[in-house]
């Protein structure tokens, strides 16, 4: 197996929204909010090569939304998703698999691409991975989720019949590659869980958005049941430090990777570093 980080930019939000009933005086120590409380985000992919099997997990934003959309998240940086790919030999169309964390636009808005007014599949020789507990909430969004739910970026999957979906029961992906499940955030979002070199390596979608949000409390503002995902912390935390998990980070502006350890004040950060050094 063969791991590489892929970059596609990066976006602004609302340090605040990020940050739920932490305040300010806290979050900004690690996560600094420009004029307007906007703190920068990455969206960075990871990319698992396993045999004749490429796997991309999440694909960004995307690009086929109007100005306006994206004027709310002010997208800079010079990387870019076929830039990525390329910087490691790679095309978009030797993607043979996408798993979905879950079906927020940051993570799935680059599953569809617009040509004309036909949208499409980004990898279209890729099947796309997501459960049915999670589909089902996304297409039926409740109101708090429903910005977040856009129909271009979800339906036109399942109309290319190239949906898949993991039993949530028996959540194995491959030999090595298995889902773990977190319902704080949203229902049913997957966490892909792999061994590489004699470790194991989670990726945190938005369970673990940033270093900043490692102390239990620091839960988003966007999460549908933020009790839930304090627990879910609570517990996956004891576990990723028991086992010495790397945990790999899909929002944090500056770090690819961390692992945790346990302090005077709970679970706290123990190293950053980028995929690549493992």
């Known amino acids: 197996m063969n791991l590489y980080s892929i970059d596609t930019g990066f976006f602004k939000l609302d340090g605040g929204a990020m940050f739920g009933v932490v305040p300010k005086s806290l979050w900004q120590r690690t996560n600094p909010a420009d004029a307007n409380n906007l703190c920068t985000w990455a969206t960075r992919l990871l990319l698992i090569e396993q045999g004749s099997r490429l796997t991309l997990v999440d694909t960004g934003l995307g690009d086929k939304q109007d100005d306006k959309f994206f004027s709310h998240y002010y997208l800079h940086g010079n990387d870019t998703l076929d830039g990525s790919l390329k910087k490691h030999g790679f095309h978009r169309d030797d993607i043979t698999d996408v798993i979905l964390t879950h079906l927020h636009f940051d993570h799935c808005g680059g599953a569809i691409i617009r040509e004309g007014d036909l949208l499409s599949p980004a990898f279209k020789n890729a099947e796309f991975w997501s459960n049915e507990k999670h589909w089902d909430w996304a297409v039926n969004p409740n109101p708090r989720e429903k910005a977040s739910f856009l129909k271009e970026n979800i339906l036109p999957i399942s109309e290319s019949g190239q949906l898949k979906f993991i039993d949530e029961n028996n959540p194995v992906y491959d030999s090595d590659i298995f889902m773990r499940f977190a319902n704080g955030h949203t229902e049913a979002m997957m966490l892909p869980q792999m061994k590489y070199k004699d470790k194991t390596i989670l990726y945190m979608a938005d369970l673990l958005p940033s270093v900043g949000h490692i102390p239990i409390p620091y839960v988003m503002g966007y999460d549908v049941r933020p009790l839930v995902?304090?627990?879910?912390?609570?517990?996956?935390?004891?576990?990723?430090?028991?086992?010495?998990?790397?945990?790999?980070?899909?929002?944090?502006a500056e770090h690819e990777c961390c692992t945790l350890q346990y302090t005077e004040k709970g679970i706290r950060l123990k190293d950053t570093f980028k995929l690549s050094d493992i």
Do not use: S
């Not at 304090?230 to 430090?241: C, F, H, L, N, T």
């Open 229 to 252: 995902t304090m627990q879910e912390r609570q517990d996956y935390w004891k576990e990723i430090v028991d086992n010495e998990y790397i945990l790999f980070l899909e929002h944090d």
